[in-house]
Structures are given as C-alpha cells and as structure tokens.
C-alpha cells in the first residue's frame, strides 16, 4: 500500500525485453541499502518487486500483465520514473490510499499554465471516467492528485509548482501516456451497488 507522495523520480538504467516480460534497472537516491529483495516499490504507480540491488539502483521483474496493463512498456533508458516505497502503519497517510495495482492507461489531452500552477487535461476510457468524482482522489503515475473537473471521457488536474518540480510530471507532454489508478474506495462502493442497479 502506498500514499502517492513520490519520494524521488529515478532515471531507467537498463530495459530489457525478457519471457514476455521485461527487467528494468532503476538509478534512484532512495536508501536502496535499505531495501531487501522480495520487497516492494512503486514504479509510475505500479506495485512492482525488487529482485537485486546495487549501490544507488534496483532490479525489478515486470510481468506480461504489468507491461500490457501499464505504460512501463514505453519506458526506455533515460526514462524518468515516480518512485515511492510502501507506507508504514506508523507513519501520516499525506495522499491517498494507492495500492499500485494500476487500473489503465489515460493520455495527456493538454497542458496549461495558469499562473505559477499547471492545470494536466487526461483523456481515459470511460469506464475509468466513471470511478472519478470533483474533488475526488486519482493517482497518475502513482501521484496523489485531486481531481478538478471530470466526465466520462476526461479530467483534469491543477499541479502546484513543488508536484511540478519532484515529479516526472515535468517532462510529460501531450499525447504521453499515463497509468492511472482511481480511487479504491470508489471502486468498492461501485462493486457493491452492482447487484442493486
């Protein structure tokens, strides 16, 4: 379980096709002394296992279902990705329950300056669209972000320049595609009211 406060934007090292699969080599600040294999990271928000690390990078195993359901796939050596370890019982939640189970893909419709802020239009599939409320929580690319304006189809977000800055969001650019996981709450109120509509 993650928060959706991203802890460093790591650069890829290595990607490499592999089984259907793929390994990605990841250079990152984050206390990787710390981390033991077998232990996880969120990678642009997916939930992914740490299977060898070096002094200031990790190896991660990306299954098919991972690269075919997220935009790990598009990602190549110099690629800047959101990292963020799991959170802990004892610690604040700042952002959102994230599980890092990425629920699809949306595109970067427009990118607006207003001011200092950054206003992110996203175009997604529709059944996503309906998961997302005003005001509600989304994480794209594993950041937690709340949701200015929605319809089916699309939504935006208003980015303060500190998400700007320590985040991948920096180097998106139209057409870009993103992972995108709605809200688990959300998610469960809808499977429960399906046996009621």
Known sequence: MFTGLIEDVGEI???????????LVVSTRLPVRAMKPGASVAV???????????????????????????????????????????????????????????????TVASIEKSHEFTCFRFRLPAKLGELLVPKGSVAVDGISLTVNQCSRQSFSVMIIPFTLQHTNLRARRVGDRVNIETDLIGKYVKNFMKPHR
């Open 13 to 23: 090292k290595g990607f490499q096709l592999s089984k259907g699969g793929a390994v």
């Open 44 to 106: 642009n928000g997916a939930c992914l296992t740490v299977v060898k690390k070096a002094a200031r990078e990790f190896t991660v195993d990306v299954s098919p279902e991972t690269l075919a359901c997220t935009s790990l796939a598009q990602l190549h050596s110099g690629s800047l990705v959101n990292l963020e370890e799991p959170m802990r019982l004892q610690e604040r939640l700042g952002g959102h329950l994230v599980t890092g189970h990425v629920d699809g893909l949306a």
